[in-house]
């Protein structure tokens, strides 16, 4: 069972607000990601990280900023949110391949709208 | 650039009839490969995975995906198909010495006709 947690789950907020996204998981994993994804559509990579004090940006461009100061936690913080931010997304984490079976586990998500 | 291309966006079969769902990956390397599924309103699961080896993986659910390093493909394959699997199948690669940054195919949802 994989331990990796999401909060909130569901966000509605006003635009121009600040919004961190938490994301912890227990299982010592090296890597972790953060993904967004509209329902039924792709993931679109917006940052990942391979360690403690490491992060990097994805493939799609994003507003939102991330820190890894821990390893089992990687929040994502929006200083200001826009309608354009609402959209689900999925925190995950892995671990190195050859240690490990390299499979991403996923959170359940956080749902955010911005109005 | 990097990329994982899945060109068929919708793909209809019959149940019991066999399945093939396309992969292909632009990288410099053999990346390491990963097929998951979504089923509507769930998590991501992972089907199967290639880091190295023989070439042909199998999976969970009777999947099985073969790399192909000449054709840069990974692609997905059943014999027979359920009605339970329609979902949407998302392609993934992981790049760099160890699969530090993973990105995703944009998907190809799967339907079962009766």
């Known amino acids: 069972e994989a331990d990796i947690y999401q909060t909130p789950r569901y966000l509605v907020i006003g635009t121009g607000k600040k919004i961190t996204l938490e994301c912890s998981q227990t299982m010592g994993h090296d890597k972790m990601y953060w993904y967004q994804q509209d329902p039924g559509m792709e993931l679109h990579l917006i940052h990942y990280?391979?360690?403690?004090?490491?992060?990097e940006k994805g493939d799609l461009s994003s507003e939102s900023t991330v820190s890894r100061i821990r390893t089992e936690h990687f929040p994502l913080t929006l200083e200001s949110a826009r309608p354009s931010h609402t959209s689900q997304y999925l925190c995950?984490?892995?671990?190195?391949?050859?240690?490990?079976?390299?499979?991403?586990?996923f959170g359940e998500g956080s749902r955010l709208t911005v109005l | 650039a990097q990329s994982v291309t899945q060109p068929d966006i919708h793909i209809t079969v019959s149940e019991g009839a066999s399945l093939e769902l396309r992969c292909n990956y632009s990288y410099g390397a053999t990346p390491y490969l990963f097929w998951y599924v979504q089923s509507p309103g769930q998590g991501l699961q992972l089907l199967l995975k290639?880091?190295?080896?023989?070439?042909l993986v199998q999976g969970i659910k009777g999947f099985e995906a073969e790399f192909k390093r000449s054709q840069s493909s990974f692609n997905l394959r059943k014999p027979s198909v359920h009605w339970s699997d329609a979902a949407e199948y998302f392609c993934?690669?992981?790049?760099?010495?160890?699969?530090?940054?993973?990105?995703f195919g944009s998907g190809t949802r799967l339907s079962i006709r009766p």
């Open positions: 995950a984490s892995s671990e190195r391949p050859r240690r490990g079976s390299g499979e991403l586990f």
């Open positions: 990280s391979y360690g403690v004090n490491s992060t």
């Open positions: 290639y880091f190295s080896g023989d070439t």
């Open positions: 993934a690669v992981g790049l760099g010495s160890s699969a530090s940054k993973i990105i």
